[in-house]
């Protein structure tokens, strides 16, 4: 397949959720305004009528009949084609199913109530107005009102359930979120409140025998054979409706049929060594649900989270370029040159693939501005390692719940003083902590904030131990060790445990720092490198010259036996 064959393809599927995206919009209009409308009949059944009348003038105007009726047909046939086009249905995330579900029962209980009130005005010369249908749902055919609520619900759902998934990634839509969700609760419940309302108002009216007649009057609604002609409209739309639901199914499982009679042109090799038949025209995301490959995606493959983000091996120059959807999102979360969002690529040579985030563990939090570094980075950075010295023997005389107390404390201060010194806790090994420093800022400011925190944790503990007399037998003590150069910096981990984190020989020299300081009998240690581009003076402490395990060169540093005596650094240089 021809790189010009596959590129029209994707652009086409790209353009196809472009349509459904603002014909939804067209229609979701529709229904928040006659739901709204409806709230009005807890006021009356007279200004029910009112607003009535000006919503009729607003949507039966010719430009606006045009606009609805084509968003209707759009997104209805726009909605057959998605089916037609999914190879599997395995990768539909809870939302995506339930907008599916409800789209398809939406014309089931909307044909009766369309035919029975837009089409009998527009071509059987009828008067259908807010008190028409109400006397049709609660007097004439009352089992309809279920039907209405039905409808109603259905519509707002489905509605609001697009507009999410539309808007979910959009800056600031998450901070009004508790607003968005107070409206789509409040306007259905409104509306079905004035449906319920207006209706009990029309039974009472409808009490009085000449009223009714002169209102049913009013209606001049279509009888005898005119009458019978709006039934077979009815039937033989849901007839059609039906027909086409089950066409766009059918077409879809012989598609897959066909195409699995095929051998596929292109093959997709994951990390984990499994091979995948490709077809040109589907886009990897798609080849992976169809194979049964776990595979993030957040926003069900609308290029616009970028959880199903993967690393191109073998094939990367090849590939057709990102459209702009697929640029924008990329730019936005710092992708390397060979990251591409797996919904919007679509390949037609041979490729090695790698997904990015484990399904599991991909969510809202992975769609943001990113980072490149998160992606894996060298970078210079400061690494402090701090562990409490003899706290197995502490531990073994208290009782777990003791244990646990103090420790958690502990954590509390130490992790206070790091984070106010902008360092970033990357993990709490045991009873130690390691934590990074000058990941955004750069290896000076990392340094000054590493021994500011080195500093704040030294006088932290002097205070913990003061609150915790009563309960220790000795005070703590702990040892810091600090060591600064480049390191390897990126997202690692599994599922919910990924994180920032560094590898490489600074971190392990900072590790070994901090188990010499039990050596030496100090509190800290913290490497030349780290005092020199901190650009400070530190009179306290004794040079030395260190040999840390796995370097063929010793470690000059500094011995500081308390680090509560290094010199206090301003609020700006201690800041991240």
């Known amino acids: 397949m021809s790189d010009n064959s596959s590129r029209p393809r994707g652009r086409s599927k790209i ?67 998605a089916v037609y086009r999914r190879d599997s249905l395995r990768g539909m995330n809870r939302a995506e199913i339930i907008q599916l579900a409800l789209g398809l029962l939406i014309p089931v209980f909307l044909i009766a109530h369309a035919v029975g009130t837009r089409v009998l ?23 309809y009102a279920a039907n209405q609520a039905i409808l109603l619900l ?13 808007l979910r990634y959009r800056p600031g839509y998450r901070r009004l979120l508790p607003l ?9 419940t409104l509306s079905l409140s004035g449906f319920i309302a207006s209706g009990m108002d029309v039974l009472r009216l409808a009490e009085d025998r000449a009223w009714l007649t002169q209102a049913v009057a009013s209606f001049e609604l279509p009888r005898g054979e005119r009458a019978r ?17 089950f066409f766009a199914f059918a077409a879809r499982a012989l598609r897959l049929h066909l195409r699995r009679k095929r051998e596929p042109d292109v093959t997709l090799t994951y990390h984990t060594g499994q091979k995948v038949g490709h077809r040109p025209g589907a886009s990897i995301l798609e080849s992976s649900r169809s194979a049964g490959i776990p595979h993030a995606s957040v926003c069900g493959g609308r290029g616009r989270c970028s959880t199903c983000r993967v690393r191109i091996g073998s094939g990367l120059k090849a590939l057709p370029p990102a459209s702009e959807l697929e640029q924008r999102v990329l730019k936005r979360i710092g992708a390397p040159d060979n990251v591409r969002l797996a919904c919007q690529t679509f390949p037609d040579v041979d490729l090695e693939v790698t997904p990015l985030l484990p399904p599991a563990q991909a969510g809202v939090e992975d769609t943001g501005i990113r980072p490149e570094y998160l992606a894996g980075q060298e970078r210079d950075i400061v690494v402090l390692f701090a562990d409490i010295r003899g706290f197995t023997r502490l531990s073994e005389q208290r009782l777990p719940y003791d244990t646990v107390f103090i420790l958690n404390r502990y954590f509390s201060e130490m992790g206070h003083a790091i984070e106010e010194a902008g360092g970033r806790i ?32 030294a006088e932290n503990l002097k205070r913990l131990n003061d609150s915790l007399s009563a309960d220790l037998s000795e005070p703590l003590r702990i040892g810091i060790g600090i060591h600064g150069g480049p390191a390897i910096v990126g997202e690692l981990g599994y599922r919910a445990t990924r994180g920032l984190t560094a590898v490489g020989d600074t971190v392990n020299t900072a590790s070994r720092l901090e188990a010499l300081t039990k050596e030496h009998g100090v509190q800290l240690i913290v490497s030349k490198t780290v005092v020199d581009a901190a650009n400070l003076v ?25 680090a509560s005596t290094l ?8 800041r991240r």
């Not at 009005?40 to 607003?58: E, K």
């Not at 759902?157 to 998934?165: A, D, N, Q, S």
């Not at 130690?432 to 000054?448: H, K, N, Q, S, W």
């Not at 009179?539 to 500094?558: D, S």
Request: with cysteine.
């Open 229 to 245: 002609d709006v039934v077979r409209l009815v039937e033989r739309i849901e007839y059609g409706y039906f027909g086409l639901v």
């Open 154 to 166: 259905a519509a707002w759902t489905h509605g609001c359930i697009g507009l999410h998934l539309w």
């Open 121 to 143: 005005g527009e071509f059987f010369d009828a008067n259908p107005s807010y008190l028409y249908v109400q006397l049709t749902v609660w007097k004439f055919v009352p089992h």
């Open 426 to 457: 990357d993990k709490f090994i045991g009873d130690g902590i390691m934590a990074l420093f000058g990941v955004d800022r750069g290896l000076e400011t990392g340094a000054r904030n590493a021994i500011a925190a080195a500093r704040g944790m």
């Open 538 to 562: 530190l009179e306290q402490g004794e040079a030395a010259e260190i040999a840390a395990r796995g370097r063929e060169q010793r470690v000059p540093v500094l011995l500081i036996a308390d």
């Open 180 to 188: 968005w969700l107070t409206l789509a609760v409040l306007v259905p």
């Open 15 to 81: 353009s196809v959720r472009r349509a459904q995206t603002v014909s939804g919009l067209i229609l979701f209009a529709y229904v928040a305004h006659h739901l709204l409308n409806h709230s009005l009949g807890i006021v009356s059944i007279d200004a029910l009528a009112t607003v009535g009348r000006w919503f009729v003038i607003i949507w039966h105007h010719p430009v606006m009949t045009l606009a609805l009726y084509g968003a209707f047909t759009v997104h209805f046939l726009g909605a057959l084609y």
């Open 567 to 574: 010199p206090a650094l301003s609020p700006l240089a201690a």
